[in-house]
């Protein structure tokens, strides 16, 4: 069965903190990985794709990294308005294009 | 190009209503997904729909269904309400109906079950 655990559940951060999400995933042919901001009460907002192994993508403060096994998305320097729960998805090859979600990381970052 | 649209934004119901919610989808995208939210979950597939046909489903029951139409606007249908159906639902749309690509999300719809 298809996994995702995100970790940890919440982070609470000082503005200027750097540091990393995890998003551990067990999946029997990885289409993608996919991180997602959602803001409370909204929708989420698409930020990377991610398709195989060594892949790194930046946006920002935010750079997602992926392995075989992980993908982590690292925060430099955060500030307040990054404050936000982030959702990793993988998509399996083969079959319908159905993406699993993780139950995310709660993100605060103190001013 | 406008963003997926979602109705209505929140409802009240009581345990063995039905209700229908409301979709549009960005103008050239053949794929629609669905999704319950509860609080402090990840999304949660319930169905999705390609070029009006169902493409794929989740763990729901048959009390879950819904259609999708040519001019890109989808509907959600939920018989018999229990109160566990209470959460955020999510419809989000994907450009070129095949795998690999982002999905945009709506706003969401806030259904609360009494």
């Known amino acids: 069965e298809d996994q995702v655990t995100q970790s940890p559940e919440a982070l609470r951060l000082q503005e200027g903190e750097s540091s990393s999400l995890n998003c551990s995933y067990t999946?029997?042919?990885?289409?993608?990985l996919f991180w997602y901001r959602q803001d409370p009460g909204k929708g989420p907002e698409f930020l990377f794709t991610?398709?195989?192994a060594g892949e790194e993508k930046e946006k920002e403060r935010l750079k997602a990294t992926l392995t075989k096994k992980e993908s982590f998305l690292h925060i430099t320097a955060p500030k307040p308005e990054d404050s936000a729960t982030y959702l990793c998805a993988v998509e399996k090859t083969g079959g319908s294009y159905i993406p699993t979600f993780g139950r995310g990381t709660s993100l605060i970052v103190h001013p | 190009e406008t963003g997926v649209t979602q109705s209505p934004t929140h409802l009240i119901k009581t345990r063995g209503q039905q209700v229908t919610l409301r979709c549009s989808s960005q103008?050239?995208?053949?794929?629609v997904s669905w999704y319950q939210q509860a609080l402090g979950q990840g999304p949660q597939f319930i169905f999705q729909y390609y070029r009006e046909e169902e493409n794929g489903r989740g763990n729901f029951p048959p009390r879950f269904s819904g259609l999708q139409f040519p001019n890109y606007s989808s509907e959600l249908n939920v018989n018999a309400l229990e109160l566990d159906d209470s959460a955020l639902y999510l419809c989000?749309?994907?450009?070129?109906?095949?795998?690999?690509?982002?999905?945009?999300f709506g706003p969401g719809t806030r259904l609360t079950v009494l």
């Open positions: 103008s050239g995208h053949n794929t």
């Open positions: 991610l398709y195989s």
């Open positions: 999946v029997s042919g990885l289409r993608g």
């Open positions: 989000a749309s994907t450009p070129g109906g095949r795998g690999g690509n982002e999905q945009f």
